[in-house]
């Protein structure tokens, strides 16, 4: 794969290729045929998840934990329900994978002229409207049809694999092949006549309710539990932006003028955000686009106004930064404008395109994650329209969060709204049953405002506030492989690639080369044998007459491996101490008149030996803990793009760290929340927060400032960002998750402004006790930075000082059966 996939991603793509496994297995060795699901939401990269999927069945992916090896008959049947969609696909597909462009092919009007069947080896793709009746190829005649096609390549023996994308668009309800209502989709499904299957169907939607019931009502079909990617996880992955910002006049009034200025001005605000970002990061420039939402019947006079006010307001506007994506596909020029019509799918990619006028809902699967701000003419009756268009702005432009809060959101004007019809629309953005776009739920970490209020970090708090609120850490957790050796030689690299210290990879691929030679000298008994297993292989002949137990003799032979076994033997080799470890080991032995054999030999007798490849590794953990701790301040204050490509290194790796937050320095809040005193970031003007409290929140912030704190800092309930506190927790069940301690207060202690973490949490809750534990874990390892850290139950009437290790003893031991019980035996009273 060309993109690395975040964490959830990879997650998914493990479990989808598991299920799909063990769905073919039993499709070949029982015949049943399978469905699975992805049921990821808009935005989760499901194209990248199933691509990568795709990559792995037909070449392998030996870097994955479980090591997938390819299956030589696969083939995927990538099927849309839209043309456009098909080709858009196609493309997201290509820029994602590594599969040689000519395993890659699309399925036209004319494939059954050229093809009697599908290839194994190959990702094909095509739209369901190819399939319709009487289309050329299902009409039969000189040519085979496709279902022939399809025939012909399962019942040749093809492990065809469909994935169905958008699954709930066309599938129907109960039809099935053979039926004279039969879908297009039940006739890809269960073959044209209903008697050959495919194999392994896999559907991939947001919302996959329709195609699971059609799969389960198959009763001849074996299905497994959908592949479900959070909502939270995405959001927090950075993939999506973080608000949904709606503009709209307390009443109705004649703010369309008005509120065309704002858009205007919020581009030009992005504009210039991003051009400084950008350029201070190293990243090439985003051009962020302002889609402006016209009513139906609007004429060509109506749309020069249009752009001529937006030429007054935003002067650097070029000629061509206008298009359409109107129905009548026709290019308008309306008397010094030209605005041509583009298809929807090139918009993201034409970059000088800045402003776009649209109608509906431009089109299903468009998406364009530079588009930043709405400015819509339609009225309060369309809402669908509208939700269904910030639906597809969703998307990040660099497909992560960036520093830059503001630049992480979507802004919507809507002065045709009033403040009723602006809460329909954001219930219609909230709704996780929506076909076309991604639910914005509870969990999932992502908020519509609809009263914005820009907010700073106060800097009146002093200076001791900002150096207390970076001091705080958090332990990292990644779920990949560990490989340190790799860790240790790609940061090294990086170290020089930023100029931090010339020649560092080198120094530690030396540094462990020696390690790795000393090893073999202090092993070298383990080693002799493990080399002479290598080299020669042991084979025991057996010679017998049938029916005549009398007459079994064995022979025992040795011969020496070919050069086959050899290199399959060097490949372990490489995966332990690195390709690049690994070459260099053969470099010096070659040059000391060994042979191929012989080294290779010998990198695979010592990557056999554990207590070699433990020291090597032993060895590179030292090196890459020196190389951080000695650059670890440096890396933060540089730019975004560069933490991120470290921290990246490191995750991929597998290698757990510990890191300072950053504070944020710019937000929006929401104007209609109540507003707080003391926070870390609030409305300049005011000097006041608008934060979203529940009752037990509420009593703890007033607690706390009747205290005395100098400051408090409202934890993201979701996110892994830099300013986000996370702690990992361990499940009675199994698995370890991030919890977010709702509050950071800072006070003076002897002082010095100190942090204390205050959590409350309803006790009744099941997962109240391992939060608790895993704040244990967390005061045990970093408690010395802190005040305080106490959790607090649901009505906030009690604690427990998890800095007590007493306490942490008692909650960790067989009498705390759970929270509840915690705060009646060990509970202080809190706020007295």
């Given amino acids: 794969m060309k993109y690395e996939l975040k964490e959830f991603q990879d997650v998914a793509f493990m479990r989808l290729m598991d299920d799909m496994e063990y769905l073919m297995q039993g499709y070949l060795e029982h015949g049943r045929p399978g469905s699975c699901c992805l049921a990821a939401p808009t935005g989760s990269g499901k194209t990248v998840i199933a691509a990568a999927v795709a990559e792995a069945l037909i070449e392998g992916d030996p870097e994955s934990a479980y090591e997938f090896e390819p299956d030589p008959q696969a083939a995927v049947l990538w099927v849309t329900d839209l043309p456009a969609l098909a080709e858009q696909t196609k493309d997201k597909f290509l820029d994602a994978t590594d599969l040689d462009p000519t395993h890659i092919e699309s399925i036209t009007n004319s494939f059954t ?24 190829l299902t009409r039969g005649g000189e040519a085979p049809t496709f279902w022939q096609v399809l025939r012909e390549s399962i019942e040749g023996g093809l492990h065809l694999y469909l994935f169905l994308d958008e699954a709930h668009r066309g599938i129907g309800k109960g039809t099935r092949a053979g039926k004279d209502d039969a879908t297009i989709y039940a006739q890809l499904i269960d073959g044209y006549d209903g008697k050959c299957p495919v194999p392994v169907v896999v559907g991939i939607s947001a919302t996959p309710k329709r195609f699971l019931e059609a799969m389960e009502g198959r009763g001849d079909r074996t299905t497994t539990p959908p592949v479900t990617v959070s909502p939270a996880d995405v959001q927090a992955s950075g993939l999506l932006k973080d608000d949904i910002i709606l503009y709209s006049p307390k009443e109705r009034s004649a703010a369309d003028v008005l509120y065309l200025g704002r858009a205007c001005k919020a581009l030009d605000d992005s504009t ?54 109107f129905g009548e596909h026709e290019d308008k020029h309306l008397q010094g404008f030209y ?137 990292i957790e990644s779920h990949h492989p560990t490989n340190v050796i790799e860790a240790a030689l790609e940061y090294a ?57 009398d007459s079994a003799s064995s022979t025992t032979f040795t011969e020496a491996a070919d050069k086959f076994a050899v290199a399959h033997a060097r490949a372990r080799g490489d995966k332990a101490f690195t390709e690049d470890l690994a070459n260099e080991f053969f470099r010096v032995e070659h040059a000391q008149g060994k042979s191929d054999m012989t080294i290779n030999v010998e990198i695979a007798a010592a990557a056999s030996v554990e207590q070699i490849v433990t020291n090597v590794q032993g060895k590179a953990h030292e090196l890459l803990q020196g190389l951080m701790k000695r650059y670890e301040a440096k890396i933060g204050r540089m730019t975004e793009p560069v933490r991120t490509d470290f921290a990246s290194t490191l995750s991929r790796n597998g290698i757990h760290r510990v890191v300072s937050l950053r504070r944020p ?10 507003t707080y005193a003391r926070h870390v970031t609030s409305d300049p003007r005011t000097r006041r927060a608008h934060l979203d409290l529940d009752e037990p929140e509420k009593a703890v912030v007033e607690i706390e400032l009747k205290r005395g704190c100098v400051a408090f800092y409202r934890n993201p309930s979701t996110g892994t960002g830099e300013h986000v506190l996370t702690v990992i927790y361990l499940m009675p069940t199994g698995g370890h998750y991030a919890m977010h301690p709702d509050f950071i207060f800072f006070e003076k202690v002897g002082g010095k402004v100190m942090p204390s973490i205050i959590d409350p949490h309803g006790e009744q809750y099941s997962d109240a006790l391992p939060k608790m534990r895993g704040l244990c874990d967390y005061a045990e390892e970093f408690g010395g930075l802190y005040a305080r850290i106490w959790c607090v139950n649901g009505d906030a009437t009690r604690y427990v000082d998890l800095k007590d290790e007493s306490a942490r003893a008692f909650i960790r031991g067989a009498d705390a059966l759970d929270a509840a019980v915690v705060y009646d035996r060990i509970g202080k009273a809190y706020g007295e």
């Fill in 272 to 325: 210039r955000l991003w051009s400084t970002w950008c350029s201070a990061n190293g990243v090439d420039a985003i051009a962020p686009l302002m889609v402006v939402q016209v009513e139906d019947k609007i004429s060509d006079s109506k749309l020069n106004e249009l752009a001529r006010n937006m030429q007054e307001r935003l002067p650097w506007l070029a000629d061509d930064a206008y298009a359409h994506v």
């Fill in 665 to 674: 320095s710019k937000e929006t809040q929401d104007g209609d929340l109540a």
């Fill in 493 to 549: 690299g990086k170290l020089s690639r930023y100029e931090l210290e010339m020649g560092t990879r080198k120094k530690v691929r030396t540094a462990l080369l020696h390690e790795l030679q000393d090893s073999i000298d202090v092993y070298k008994k383990e080693f002799n044998a493990a080399e002479a297993s290598i080299a020669h292989v042991t084979s025991i002949e057996v010679h017998l007459r049938y029916l005549d137990a």
């Fill in 339 to 475: 605005v041509p019509y583009v298809h929807p799918e090139d918009v993201e990619c034409r970059i000088e395109i800045r402003i776009l006028f649209a109608k509906e809902a431009i089109s299903t699967g468009w998406d364009c994650p530079r588009a930043e701000v709405i400015y819509s003419m339609r009225k309060h009756t369309d809402v669908t329209y509208i939700a269904q268009l910030v639906g597809r702005m969703v998307r990040t432009p660099l497909a992560r969060r960036v520093d830059v809060d503001k630049l992480n959101s979507v802004a919507c004007f809507l002065p045709l709204f009033d403040e009723k019809a602006v809460n329909t629309v954001r219930d219609a953005l909230t709704s996780e049953s929506a076909d076309d776009w991604s639910g914005v739920s509870a969990g999932s970490g992502r908020h519509v405002i609809t009263n914005p209020v820009d907010a700073e970090w106060d800097e009146e708090l002093g200076t001791g506030v900002a150096e207390a609120f970076e001091s705080i850490v958090k332990r």
């Fill in 113 to 136: 002229q050229n093809h009697d069947r599908l290839e194994a080896g190959k990702v094909y793709f095509m739209h369901r409207q190819l399939l319709g009746r009487g289309k050329l």
